[in-house]
């Protein structure tokens, strides 16, 4: 019967462990930049799990102590938040980060880039029905952004000049070849 409840006598320890781990992770989650949970890059998924890990492991092994957990916990924080800042400079932000990418262009998808994003045109339908979108048509362009959101730009009537923010987000996408996003393709 060991297997299924262990000894009794330790259950006490990990109950505080698990505790104080608890609250320690929330104090250096607290302490640190909110992008740690807000906002999933990559560098932001990493230290979820690896803080995740530690507080499990911390709580439940016998032979982690409670300082290894925390030294652990604080060290995976301060990485993130060094990582964070090395976003900064643009050859570390393209190292860490995924780029703006096109997936649909004046109503027509490319589906090169759906592909290389690991999407399907099911998984775009979905997100623009989702949106209120319901015709190609009607979508100037689709961004799909560095953190994994999707934008979506209508096509005005008026064929107005793109936004500047808009503007931004092609500056900076992959493989996207329209130099001049002002002008319609036809």
């Given at each position: 019967?060991?297997?299924?409840?262990?000894?009794?006598?330790?259950?006490g320890?990990?109950?505080?462990?698990?505790?104080?781990?608890?609250?320690?992770?929330?104090?250096?989650?607290?302490?640190?930049q909110?992008?740690?949970?807000?906002?999933?890059?990559?560098?932001?998924?990493?230290?979820?799990?690896?803080?995740?890990?530690?507080?499990g492991?911390?709580?439940?092994?016998?032979?982690?102590?409670?300082?290894?957990?925390?030294?652990?916990?604080?060290?995976?924080?301060?990485?993130?938040?060094?990582?964070?800042l090395?976003?900064?400079?643009?050859?570390?932000?393209?190292?860490?980060?995924?780029q703006?990418?096109?997936?649909?262009a004046?109503?027509?998808?490319r589906?090169?880039?759906?592909?290389?994003?690991?999407l399907?045109?099911?998984?775009l339908?979905?997100?623009?029905r989702?949106r209120?979108?319901?015709?190609?048509?009607?979508?100037?362009?689709?961004?799909?952004?560095?953190?994994?959101?999707?934008?979506?730009?209508?096509?005005?009537?008026?064929?107005?000049p793109?936004?500047e923010l808009?503007?931004?987000?092609?500056?900076?996408?992959r493989?996207?070849?329209?130099?001049?996003?002002?002008?319609?393709r036809?």
């Amino acid at each position: 019967m060991w297997w299924l409840t262990g000894e009794w006598a330790s259950l006490g320890a990990v109950v505080g462990k698990a505790a104080l781990i608890y609250l320690a992770a929330l104090l250096v989650l607290r302490l640190s930049q909110r992008r740690t949970l807000a906002e999933w890059t990559i560098p932001d998924f990493v230290t979820a799990v690896a803080v995740g890990a530690v507080v499990g492991r911390t709580a439940i092994a016998s032979t982690q102590s409670f300082v290894t957990g925390v030294v652990a916990l604080v060290t995976f924080v301060v990485l993130h938040r060094v990582i964070n800042l090395a976003r900064f400079k643009p050859v570390f932000g393209r190292l860490l980060e995924h780029q703006v990418r096109v997936l649909v262009a004046h109503g027509r998808i490319r589906e090169d880039q759906l592909r290389l994003c690991g999407l399907t045109t099911g998984d775009l339908f979905a997100h623009l029905r989702q949106r209120g979108v319901f015709e190609l048509s009607g979508i100037r362009y689709v961004l799909y952004e560095t953190t994994g959101g999707l934008t979506v730009v209508p096509e005005e009537d008026d064929a107005g000049p793109v936004p500047e923010l808009v503007r931004a987000g092609l500056r900076e996408s992959r493989d996207f070849p329209e130099r001049t996003p002002d002008r319609r393709r036809g």
